[in-house]
């Protein structure tokens, strides 16, 4: 039995582990990682500090999946104004639909 219970746990690390490179993949393709890193600020803001600002939030995977397709406007400027960005605001990105955005919001909220 517990040879079962580690080998599921196995398989769902690697599926784990894929769903993240996957979602970072999607990431770079969306030309996300131009502006953004996971653990510093580039341009805008890194993803950990997202992912921390946003932590506990009910609302947050649809907020930042809003953001991320229609950029932020003036609501971004306070992370310019902490030093985590270069930019007040975060420009729409119309490249990315609506299931991309899901799941790059939801990849950011998990940075660490």
Do not use: F
């Amino acid at each position: 039995m517990k040879a079962i219970y580690v080998a599921m746990m196995a398989v769902a690390g690697v599926a784990l582990a894929g769903q993240a490179q996957a979602d970072e993949a999607l990431a770079k393709a969306k030309n996300c990682m131009s502006c953004h890193a996971v653990d510093k600020m580039v341009v805008g803001p890194a993803y950990k500090d997202v992912a921390k600002r946003y932590a506990g939030k009910k609302d947050a995977e649809a907020t930042l999946a809003d953001h991320i397709i229609k950029g932020t406007g003036p609501a971004g400027a306070g992370w310019q104004k902490e030093g985590k960005a270069a930019l007040a605001i975060m420009p729409p990105n119309p490249t990315v639909n609506a299931d991309e955005a899901k799941k790059l919001a939801k990849w950011v909220l998990a940075a660490k």
